[in-house]
């Protein structure tokens, strides 16, 4: 499977805390994409990082990106109650004419007031 | 605003009932997707069409369907629904097939069969 594995699976941390998910993808990138998504809804873009970048920010978002490790961290800083949410990262496979996302497994955030 | 509209929310059917999905836009992309996605899952691409190009997924089952009439709209079929096929379907858009483009999501049909 080419699937992105996502690492903690569930992370529950007060308001006010940093919140760090991992991601670790199979194939090489051209970049890697977060998405959130608040329960029974549909996702939401967060971040779009390319793969010859190491670091980005957005807000109280910061990834990371280690192309040599295919891994990648988003860091939620002073998260707020309205962060609880599930978080996916995401790759471009190139297929020819074609592209696609891949979604890594999700980390599960939940931000208690 | 611009976004991604489907319908219906929930949808409830009973095993072996044709059911559609629909979905519409109005960001005027040329890309638009289906995801089947399970609870506790990632969301899973069943297929998308490039314009009128339709691209199926390998392992997606041959009891979905999916139509685009027009650039706005895109229908997910599925044909004979069985128990495994409860889930949130997602349908998304993107502008053009490159290698720096993001979705943009509906908020999901949430199907449930009985």
């Known amino acids: 499977s080419q699937q992105g594995e996502e690492d903690p699976q569930a992370l529950s941390i007060q308001e006010g805390e940093n919140a760090t998910m991992n991601c670790s993808y199979k194939t090489s990138i051209n970049n890697l994409q977060w998405y959130r998504q608040n329960s029974g809804r549909g996702l939401v873009h967060l971040i779009l990082i390319r793969s010859n970048e190491r670091e980005k920010h957005s807000g109280r978002l910061r990834v990371t990106l280690d192309t040599s490790k295919k891994s990648s961290s988003l860091l939620i800083t002073a998260s707020r109650a309205a962060d609880t949410a599930s978080y996916f990262c995401a790759t471009i496979v190139y297929g020819g004419a074609t592209n696609k996302l891949i979604f890594g497994t999700g980390t599960l955030l939940a931000v208690q007031p | 605003d611009a976004m991604v509209i489907q319908n219906p929310r929930y949808q409830v059917t009973q095993f072996g009932k044709p059911v559609t999905l629909s979905c519409s836009q109005t960001l005027n992309h040329n890309v638009m997707y289906w995801y089947q996605q399970k609870s506790s899952q990632a969301p899973k691409l069943l297929f998308h069409?490039?314009?009128?190009?339709?691209?199926n997924e390998a392992d997606t089952p041959d009891n979905f369907q999916s139509r685009r009439p027009n650039t706005s709209f895109c229908f997910l079929d599925i044909r004979s629904p069985g128990l495994g096929d409860a889930a949130m379907y997602l349908c998304?858009?993107?502008?053009?097939?490159?290698?720096?483009?993001?979705?943009?999501f509906g908020p999901g049909t949430r199907l449930t069969v009985l």
């Open positions: 998304a858009t993107s502008r053009v097939l490159g290698r720096s483009y993001t979705q943009y």
């Open positions: 069409y490039y314009d009128k190009d339709f691209n």
